[in-house]
């Protein structure tokens, strides 16, 4: 086996650990919600946590709706792998839509043709940041699912006064369409000068470990004072009367233009794919999210 197949298999077997077993820390957070809820809010959140047992048990993907995998790379270009990478996981995509059963989500908006394996134009979505000093690559995948996923949106702010704006916004995008997203949720909200800035990082916010502050106090501060407004509303799982309708709320910033505050808001869904792959020099790897200690294939 070439290096470039060793490399596909690695991020074929990443993949479906992802898609079958939730991370170590939403696992937590499920139980967690599923012991302060009541009556029929924890049944529900009990049927989910029995779920992910069974797709773990199984091999199978946890949600019939497999997502659109996106791909953020921390791309150390002192790894010999460095410019393989991107094609590989490509080919593992694919490779995966077949052996891990993934429903075949990758469709042309024009034609509405359905490429059948998970690969189209900028699908599977990869973001690179590029640190030049390491010798490792880490792969996170966040699996982007069509109901969470309707539920985002950026919108423009005003300067002064922002940020009761943008917890207004939150809040109306969470109430309106959250329910349909099949909560309790993740909220990752983006800050910067421009849309796609600010939705990159809304993106990339939902990456982060549940329970885990931002490092400075002031967003730490407005991340639970959202997430504590969200939970305030008597929603739970599924949109049930209840205490749990988000688990998290994760905030990351870019410095604005002078003249706007773009904010941007991405949801997960209870079913919150995620997972961090990390790639060493001698081929070896871990995935740290979810228990899987360094090893060699």
């Known amino acids: 086996m070439d290096v470039e197949e060793k490399l596909t298999r690695i991020l074929v077997n990443f993949i479906k650990i992802v898609e079958t077993r939730l991370s ?12 302060v809820e009541e009556g029929l ?69 024009f034609t ?7 690969i189209g134009r900028y699908v599977p979505w990869i973001h690179y940041d590029v640190l030049g000093d390491s010798d490792v690559i ?10 969470s996923s309707f539920a985002g949106e950026a919108r423009g702010l005003t300067p002064i006064g922002w940020e009761n704006q943008l917890i207004d916004f939150v809040v109306e995008k969470a109430l309106k369409y959250g329910v349909n997203a099949c909560p309790p949720l993740l909220v990752g909200i983006g800050i910067g000068p421009t849309i796609e800035i600010a939705s990159t990082l809304s993106k990339k916010a939902l990456l982060r470990e549940i329970g885990r502050r931002h490092e400075e106090p002031y967003v730490a501060e407005m991340e639970i004072r959202i ?56 081929l070896s790897y871990e995935i740290p999210t979810h228990g899987v200690g360094r090893r060699y294939d």
């Open 24 to 35: 170590t820390d939403v696992v937590r957070a499920l139980e967690r919600a599923a012991e």
């Open 227 to 282: 997430q504590e407004k969200l939970n305030s509303y008597g929603l739970g799982p599924q949109g049930l009367r209840g205490k749990t309708f988000v688990l998290d709320v994760f905030i990351e910033y870019a410095h604005r233009h002078p003249a706007n505050v773009i904010a941007a808001v991405s949801f997960g869904c209870w079913v919150h794919r995620k997972g961090c792959l990390v790639i060493y020099p001698d």
């Open 112 to 118: 509405n043709i359905n490429t059948g394996n998970n």
């Open 41 to 109: 809010a924890r049944e529900v959140a009990l049927a989910m946590i029995k779920n992910t047992e069974v797709a773990k048990d199984s091999s199978i993907p946890i949600c019939e709706d497999t997502g659109i995998p996106e791909f953020f790379v921390e791309l150390g270009l002192r790894n010999p792998y460095a410019a393989q990478v991107g094609k590989a996981i490509v080919r593992a995509v694919e490779k995966a839509t077949e052996e891990v059963s993934l429903r075949p989500n990758a469709v042309n908006p």
């Open 138 to 147: 880490k792969v996170r995948l966040y699996v982007a699912g069509g109901g």
